[in-house]
């Protein structure tokens, strides 16, 4: 049975998407096949990492839920931006970023039960070993449902107030909801702060454990949406924060 995670914060802006590229190009260069999913609809984004631009995109996941394709048929296989020596691969279904389509959801919604039965089907189709959902922010209803079905959840939080705020609901929220295991990723951590009393501060704040404490990163900064991280900078120490990140998973 493939392993199912949602990544999730409370606010934008944590750096979630990236964290999910990069879990999922580390997965593949395990030799996983990797599915990953943009639940985000309303601000989608991930295709950029994995190097699509959004008009050229023929089929999303707006499309699947509106009836017009299968799931299997909004999957792209986005292998080569990881690496053309990849043992695995990885699949996107991307989210629409076309501003008719993103108001459409906004105005009219759609079946959330249906979102997760299509995730479901997308591990069936693909033979996937590990889905990744990348979760819009905040709690509604298709980010409760992914939870619902999730194994392992990860929720990205930076060093800050709000965010920690924020990450106490969800937190909440995950466990009424019984969430197999939950593990939280810092972000974005000022050099100033030590990683390991951030650390314990925010296992103490929530009874529950870090998987990593990732820094701030110039080369994170430079690279921006240029691409994937941990594949442009296999030796970086954040990429090795990453690999932590990633066997968790595996």
């Known amino acids: ?26 997965l593949a260069m395990q030799g996983q096949r990797v599915g990953v999913i943009d639940s985000d609809i ?14 050229k995109i023929k089929s999303s996941l707006n499309d699947y839920l509106w009836h ?46 249906m979102l997760t039965g299509g995730l479901r089907q997308l591990v069936s189709d693909l033979s996937l070993d590990t889905l990744i959902i990348d979760t819009h ?25 709000q965010d920690y705020e924020g990450t106490g609901v969800t937190v909440r929220v995950a466990r009424e909801l019984r969430v197999p295991k939950m593990l939280l990723v810092v972000n974005k951590t000022p050099p100033s702060l030590d990683p390991a009393a951030v650390k314990q501060k925010v296992e103490q704040a929530y009874g529950c454990d870090v998987a990593a404490v990732l820094p701030h990163s110039n080369e994170m900064m430079e690279l921006a949406s240029g691409g994937i991280f941990s594949a442009r900078y296999p030796n970086h120490p954040m990429t090795a924060l990453y690999k932590q990140i990633a066997a968790q998973i595996a």
Request: hydrophobic residues 40%; glycine residues 10%; proline residues 5%.
């Open 68 to 113: 017009k394709v299968q799931i299997k048929d909004a999957a792209q296989d986005v292998t080569a931006a990881v690496g053309a020596d990849v043992k695995g691969k990885v699949f996107l279904v991307p989210s629409s970023s076309k501003p008719g389509e993103i108001t459409r959801v906004l105005r009219e919604g759609y079946d959330a039960q």
């Open 1 to 26: 049975m493939a392993n199912i995670v949602s990544i999730h914060s409370y606010r934008g802006g944590t750096g979630k998407s990236n964290t999910t590229a990069n879990l999922a190009a580390l």
């Open 137 to 161: 922010p905040g709690l509604n209803e298709e980010t409760l449902l992914s939870l619902v079905i999730s194994r392992l959840l990860f929720i990205v939080l930076r060093p800050d107030q």
């Open 42 to 55: 309303q601000s989608p984004g991930i295709h950029i990492l994995f190097g699509l631009e959004g008009d």
